[in-house]
């Protein structure tokens, strides 16, 4: 069956703007996290979403991260104002079983 | 904390050696512990994982774990490497998140894998 999509695989980014970063969980999965991996910070959490419930946000940066759910499915992960710093691969992860999270192939954010 | 140790940042193995991959824990309460790997330029493919039962895991494409309490490890290994398992490997640990009812994983650093010819 299909796996977690994410769009775009790659994108390159000038300081200062805007980026939205796209994840389709698996049909079905009720929890949805994204994730950042970078070379200084390894992997860390960002944000949760699950089902309809307020998400756990404990994992953002800074206040130039937001992402949202819309309909139980599809999340978008804003950076507003980029900076070199946010540089990275995100990566999303959907779950339906309390315990197994099940990941998509990231987005490459470069940002010069 | 929940934490997660991976002390080797790389192992080398020949091919059709043994091989493990070596973490070690740090939890309050019973451990949820998994192993992710990680292929170049790919997102994490789940490999297995522990709750509770029996302390050998066994997940996939031949590899297993074992979970030891009384050394707070949770080492993965395979009886015989192959190439193709050259990879990037994570250990994880089940963070509970208090809202949603959800669980967070907090990853190692990664251990990167070489099988050679």
């Known amino acids: 069956g299909a796996g977690v999509s994410q769009s775009p695989s790659n994108k390159v980014t000038e300081k200062g703007k805007d980026v939205e970063l796209r994840c389709d969980p698996i049909?079905?999965?009720?929890?949805l996290y994204w994730y950042r991996q970078s070379l200084g910070q390894g992997l860390e959490f960002l944000i949760y979403?699950?089902?309809?419930?307020?998400?756990?946000k404990s994992g953002l940066p800074s206040d130039r991260f937001s992402a949202e759910r819309t309909g139980g499915s599809v999340s978008t992960l804003t950076i507003q104002r980029t900076q070199q710093e946010d540089s990275a691969v995100y990566l999303c992860?959907?779950?339906?079983?309390?315990?197994?999270?099940?990941f998509g192939p990231g987005t490459r954010l470069t940002v010069l | 904390a929940q934490s997660v140790a991976q002390p080797e940042d790389q192992v080398n193995v020949a091919e059709g050696n043994p091989l493990t991959v070596k973490c070690t824990y740090s939890?309050?309460?019973?451990?949820?512990l998994f192993w992710y790997v990680q292929y170049p330029n790919r997102g994490l493919q789940f490999l297995l994982k522990?709750?509770?039962?029996?302390?050998l895991v066994k997940g996939s494409y031949g590899f297993e774990a074992e979970f030891n309490k009384s050394q707070t490890s949770f080492h993965l290994k395979k009886p015989s490497a192959l190439v193709s398992d050259s990879a990037l490997y994570f250990c994880?640990?089940?963070?509970?998140?208090?809202?949603?009812?959800?669980?967070?994983?907090?990853f190692g650093t990664g251990t990167q894998l070489k099988v050679e010819l």
């Open positions: 992860a959907s779950s339906f079983r309390r315990f197994e999270q099940f």
């Open positions: 049909s079905g999965h009720t929890a």
């Open positions: 979403f699950q089902g309809n419930s307020a998400p756990d």
């Open positions: 939890v309050s309460g019973n451990p949820y």
């Open positions: 522990y709750i509770t039962g029996d302390n």
């Open positions: 994880a640990v089940r963070v509970p998140i208090l809202t949603g009812g959800g669980n967070k994983l907090t």
